[in-house]
C-alpha cells in the first residue's frame, strides 16, 4: 500500500479507523486474529542438539576422526582419547559462538517500545505496542519511541530520529501532506513514522498503517532472518586442504598394501604398514593449531581496539578487498559542528569538531578574536540565545542534551568563550516561540539589563530571507534590497556546494511598549545578519586510514542514507571518491537488478540515499564480482548487510545491539582506522597459517616418504605409529603455535589482496612442502639406513635414529618456514616463542629417549653420543641444501 500517497481520508477509510473515536475492543480482537500481534517473528531455529551436532561437519573435523578410527584401530588408545578430546573441544566453542551470534532479533525486538498511548472507545489509553492494530490512533510526543508505522494525521514541530533505519545523522521534520511518487526511500517519506524510532522534538498523532514482520523494522529482520552466511576464505581452503589429505591417506593406504601383497607379505601387517601411512599423512593437530592461532589474533585485536565474535572473520579480513562503509558515525562523528560563519560578505572558519568547545576562528587564514568583532558577537550568541539544547561536562567529556542542529550552534559560542548561563545574567528571555516544521524557524524574545527588547529569529535561510526587510552590512542597517539578497543566495549555495547545512539567524528591535502575541507577530520586518554553515565531519584519522587501505589494494565505497552532495563533499574530503569515480543514489539503485548492478559497481564509489535492501543488494553484487566485502555499520538499517557480508563489522559506541549481534568484528572505539589494523592481524594471521601448514606437511611429506622408499626397499618400517603421533602431536605442535604468532612482515600492507579463490598451495606453497618433505624424508631414510645396516639385530636403536633425525630435520626446518624468501630474510631471533617452543620440543624429544618409563611407550633406546653427530649432521642436510640453491640464486 502507498500510504505515504494517500490523502487522510482514504487512509482511515483503508484501514478502518476513526480518527475521533479511535477503535472498539471488538475491532481490536478481530484485527490481532487477522494480522497477528505487533511483534517481530523469529525463523524457527534448529534445536541446541542439532547445533552441536553440526560443528562436527567440517571436512577438518572428519580428519581428525579417521585419525581416532586410525589410532583405535593400531591399538593407540591414549592417542585416539587425546584427538576426541581435540574435536570435542573444538566443537563446543563453536556450538557456543554460534548461539552467540543469533541473538540479533532479541535485540531488535528491544527497539520496540513497551508501552504506547493510543485511542480507544473514544479515550486515550495506555496499551502495550505488541497490541497495536492497523488503524489504531496512537499519540506520541518528545523522548517517545514509535511503536508501529503510521501515516501522520496531526503534527506540531515533530521531528523523528531515524538514524538506525536510514543512516540519516539529522532528525527528519514531519508534516501530514501527501507525497506522489515511487521508489522513495524511507528517509524521504516525512508523512510516515516508522516502528523503532525516536521522537526527537515536538509531538504528533498517527493511523497505524503496518505492524509486527509488515514495519520497516519487520523487513529488516525478514532480511536479517533469510540473509546468505556465507563461509569464509580460510573455512573453504581448510575443507579443500582436509579433502586432499584424506584422499592422499587412502591411496597411500592402498597403495602400499597393494605393493606389500604382490611381493608377497602377509595382508595384516601390510594393512598395518599401510595404516601408518596414512597416520602420517594427517596432521592431526592442525585444527587445534589453526584455533589457537585465531584465538591468540583475536587478543592482539582487543588490544587495538577491535573485538572478534566470529573466529574464522579474524584472517578473513586479511583477504577484504572492498571495505563498505556507512557514513555516519563511521567515516564521520555523528556530531554536528558549525565550520563556516558569513555576514557581510565576509566569511569566517571555525576549527574543531564535536562538541569540545575548543576552536580557533580565522578569517582568509588569519586568526581572530571572535568576541571582538561585533557582527560575530550577534551571530555566535544569538543562535546560543535562540536554542533550548544544552551542551553538558561530564568528567572532562562534553555531552549534547537536544537537537544536534541547536547543540552546533551552541557550541560554536562556546569557542569564541560564551557561555549560556553567563548570557542569561545579562539577557532575560521573557517569550519563546518552538521551532515549527511549517514555519521553519524559532524565535524568542530577549529583554537586556537596560530594559530594552528585541526578537532573536533563527531558521531555514530562504525562509529569513523572506521575513526579512533589512540586513546588517558592516554593522549599519540596510535595506534588504534584490543587490543584498543576490549575495545573501550566493553565499548560501557557496555554503551548500561543500555539503554544509545553513541556518539563517535575524533579529528586531522592539519599541518600547511593543507586544509581541503570537510567532507571526515576531517573524516579520527582521534585520537578516547572517549564517552559520555546519556538517557532521569527517573523522580526522580517516583520511590516512583510506589511503593505507588503498595501498593495500583495499577499496573504499562509502554507503550512506545522506543526500548526495553531502556524500558527494565527505567522500572527497576523505579521498574516497576519484576524480572519475561515480555516485549512485538509492533511486537509481531501485531500478537495477544485482545482476545489472554487477557490471558497473566496481565504478561506483559512493551510494547516497539508501535503504536496508540496497545495502544488501550492494554486497551482493560485490561479492558476485568475486570480491571479499566488509561491511561495516552502527545502525539496525545496516544489520541485514553486515551479516550477509565476508566480514560484518559494527560501532562498539554508537552501535545498535542489533548491529553488534549481527556482526562478525565489533570496533570498540568506532575508529574506522582500526579496521586498517584489523585488516593487517587479518593478513598476518593467514601468513602465519600457511607457515605452520608449510611446516606440518613437509614434516608429514618427510614421515610419508622415509615410511614409503622403506617399504618400496624392503626395509623394515623405520617408524612406528605412536613415534608418528608423537610427531604430529606434540613435537610439531610447539613451533607450528609458535609461527603462529610471528610478527607481519615489513611489506604486508603493501601488498595487494589475495585472491579469495587462492588455494591453500599458491605461491609455491605446495613446491616447497614437497621438495623440503624430500629432503627431509632422504635424510631421515639414510640415518636409519647407515645405523640398521652397521648392526640389523638392533633394529630399535635404528629407530629411534631415524625418530631423532626426524625431529631435528623438522626443527631447523622451522626456521625457513618464518619468510617465503628465504632463511636469511628474517632475523632467525625475531620470534622469541619460536625460539622457546623449539627448545621445548628438543627437550620433549631427549624426554622421550632418555627417560627410561617412556622407553617401552614409544620403542626408543638411549642414543650414544657419537651418533648424536650422525643425528645432527643428516637433519641438516636439507637446510644446507636450499642455502646452497639459495646463495647459487643471488650470485647469478
Avoid at 526587510?469 to 556546494?497: C, G, M, P
Avoid at 580526522?540 to 595501498?551: G, L, N, S
Avoid at 550492494?618 to 552502527?634: E, F, P, S, W
Wanted: glycine share 8%; hydrophobic share 45%.
Amino acid at each position: 500500500m502507498k500510504w505515504h500517497e494517500m490523502r487522510l481520508e482514504e487512509v482511515v477509510n483503508t484501514t478502518n479507523s476513526d480518527v475521533d473515536e479511535g477503535l472498539k475492543e471488538k475491532e481490536v480482537e478481530s484485527k490481532i486474529k487477522q494480522f497477528g500481534y505487533n511483534e517481530l517473528q523469529e525463523a524457527e531455529r534448529p534445536s541446541a542438539f542439532l547445533l552441536f551436532l553440526s560443528q562436527f561437519k567440517d571436512f577438518m573435523v572428519l580428519v581428525l576422526l579417521v585419525a581416532t578410527l586410525i589410532s583405535g584401530l593400531l591399538g593407540e588408545y591414549i592417542d585416539a582419547i587425546a584427538i576426541i578430546a581435540i574435536v570435542l573441544v573444538n566443537g563446543v566453542l563453536g556450538f557456543f559462538q554460534e548461539r552467540r551470534a543469533e541473538k540479533s532479533l532479541e535485540a531488535l525486538k528491544e527497539l520496540s517500545a513497551p508501552q504506547v498511548s493510543v485511542l480507544r472507545n473514544g479515550e486515550w489509553t495506555r496499551v502495550l505496542s505488541k497490541e497495536l492494530v492497523p488503524g489504531d490512533v496512537v499519540k506520541f510526543s518528545s523522548g517517545d519511541r514509535i511503536g508501529a508505522d503510521m501515516r501522520l494525521v496531526e503534527t506540531k514541530s515533530l521531528e523523528i530520529e531515524e538514524s538506525a533505519l536510514t543512516g540519516e545523522s539529522l532528525p527528519v521534520q514531519k508534516t501530514t501532506q501527501p507525497i506522489a511518487g515511487d521508489n522513495i526511500g524511507l528517509g524521504d517519506l516525512t508523512n510516515m513514522v516508522f516502528m523503532g524510532t525516536l521522537v526527537t522534538r515536538g509531538s504528533g498523532i498517527g493511523i497505524v498503517v503496518g505492524t509486527g514482520m509488515k514495519t520497516a523494522m519487520g523487513q529488516i529482520a525478514d532480511l536479517l532472518q533469510n540473509a546468505e552466511v556465507m563461509d569464509t576464505p580460510l573455512q573453504r581452503r581448510l575443507e579443500q586442504l582436509g579433502k586432499i589429505l584424506i584422499v592422499v591417506a587412502l591411496l597411500l593406504t592402498v597403495l602400499v598394501v597393494a605393493i606389500g601383497v604382490l611381493q608377497g607379505h602377509d595382508l595384516y601387517n601390510m594393512f598395518l604398514a599401510g595404516v601408518s601411512l596414512a597416520v602420517a599423512a594427517i596432521p592431526e593437530g592442525l585444527p587445534a593449531i589453526v584455533t589457537v592461532a585465531l584465538s591468540l589474533g583475536v587478543q592482539r585485536m582487543i588490544k587495538q581496539k577491535s573485538i572478534v565474535r566470529k573466529l574464522p572473520a579474524v584472517e578473513t579480513l586479511g583477504c577484504a578487498s572492498v571495505i563498505c562503509s556507512d557514513k555516519t558515525g563511521t567515516l564521520t562523528q555523528n556530531k554536528m559542528t558549525v565550520t563556516h560563519l558569513w555576514s557581510s560578505d565576509n566569511t569566517w572558519e571555525v576549527s574543531g569538531t564535536g562538541y569540545h568547545p575548543h576552536g580557533e576562528f580565522t578569517q582568509q587564514g588569519k586568526e581572530i578574536v571572535a568576541k571582538q568583532n561585533k557582527t560575530l558577537q550577534q551571530i555566535l550568541t544569538f543562535g546560543m540565545l535562540c536554542n533550548i539544547a544544552d551542551v553538558i561536562e561530564k568528567e572532562g567529556d562534553f555531552h549534547l542534551d537536544g537537537d544536534p542542529t541547536e547543540g552546533a550552534l551552541i557550541v560554536a559560542a562556546m569557542k569564541a568563550g560564551f557561555k549560556k548561563e553567563m548570557l542569561l545574567r545579562s539577557f532575560k528571555i521573557v517569550e519563546e516561540f518552538p521551532f515549527d516544521s511549517t514555519r521553519k524557524m524559532m524565535s524568542v524574545v530577549i529583554e537586556d539589563k537596560n530594559k530594552k527588547r528585541f526578537v532573536v529569529t533563527k531558521g531555514a535561510p530562504d525562509v529569513l530571507i523572506g521575513v526579512s526587510e533589512h540586513v546588517l552590512w558592516n554593522e549599519r542597517q540596510e535595506v534588504f534590497s534584490a543587490k543584498y539578497k543576490s549575495t545573501v543566495q550566493n553565499a548560501i549555495d557557496e555554503l551548500a556546494s561543500g555539503a554544509l547545512r545553513t541556518i539563517a539567524i535575524a533579529f528586531k528591535p522592539l519599541k518600547e511598549n511593543e507586544k509581541v502575541y503570537s510567532e507571526f507577530e515576531a517573524e516579520k520586518n527582521l534585520v537578516f545578519i547572517g549564517l552559520q554553515g555546519m556538517i557532521d565531519p569527517p573523522r580526522p584519522e580517516v583520511k590516512t586510514a583510506v589511503k593505507e587501505c588503498r595501498d593495500a589494494g583495499i577499496k573504499t565505497v562509502m554507503i550512506t542514507g545522506d543526500h548526495v552532495i553531502t556524500a558527494k563533499a565527505i567522500a572527497r574530503q576523505l579521498n574516497i571518491l576519484p576524480l572519475n569515480g561515480k555516485v549512485m543514489d538509492g533511486q537509481t539503485l531501485s531500478t537495477l537488478s544485482v545482476e545489472e548492478l554487477e557490471d558497473v559497481v566496481d565504478d561506483v564509489y559512493v551510494f547516497a540515499r539508501v535503504s536496508p535492501e540496497h545495502k544488501l543488494k550492494i554486497v551482493k553484487a560485490l561479492q558476485k564480482r568475486g570480491h571479499i566485502v566488509a561491511m561495516t555499520g552502527d545502525g539496525v538499517n545496516d544489520a541485514p548487510a553486515i551479516k550477509a557480508a565476508d566480514i560484518g563489522i559494527s560501532m562498539g559506541i554508537t552501535g545498535t545491539d542489533v548491529a553488534k549481534e549481527a556482526s562478525a568484528l565489533v570496533l570498540v572505539d568506532d575508529n574506522f582506522a582500526t579496521i586498517k589494523s584489523a585488516i593487517k592481524e587479518g593478513r598476518n594471521i593467514y601468513e602465519n597459517i600457511r607457515k605452520f601448514i608449510r611446516y606440518l606437511l613437509a614434516s608429514n611429506v618427510g614421515e610419508i616418504l622415509v615410511m614409503l622408499f622403506a617399504m618400496l626397499l624392503g626395509l623394515p618400517l623405520p617408524l612406528v605409529p605412536i613415534q608418528i603421533l608423537w610427531v604430529n602431536l606434540v613435537t610439531d605442535g610447539l613451533p607450528a603455535m609458535a609461527l603462529g604468532l610471528d610478527q607481519p612482515e615489513d611489506d604486508l600492507m603493501k601488498r595487494k589482496p589475495r585472491h579469495p579463490k587462492e588455494g591453500v598451495f599458491a605461491r609455491g606453497l605446495g613446491w616447497k612442502v614437497i621438495s623440503r618433505g624430500f629432503l627431509i624424508g632422504i635424510a631421515t631414510l639414510a640415518a636409519f639406513m647407515v645405523v640398521y645396516y652397521r648392526n640389523p639385530d638392533n633394529l630399535i636403536y635404528a629407530q629411534t635414529i631415524a625418530f631423532a633425525t626426524l625431529v631435528m630435520a623438522q626443527l631447523i626446518h622451522v626456521f625457513d618456514c618464518r619468510s617465503e624468501k628465504s632463511i636469511f630474510e628474517r632475523n632467525p631471533f625475531g620470534n622469541k616463542y619460536l625460539l622457546g617452543a623449539v627448545a621445548s620440543s628438543l627437550l620433549l624429544l631427549l624426554v622421550v629417549i632418555y627417560y627410561e618409563p617412556l622407553q617401552p611407550i614409544f620403542h626408543t633406546v638411549p642414543i650414544e653420543p657419537r651418533d648424536w653427530l650422525l643425528v645432527l649432521g643428516m637433519s641438516a642436510i636439507p637446510t644446507f641444501l636450499l642455502v646452497g640453491s639459495f646463495l647459487t640464486r643471488k650470485s647469478s
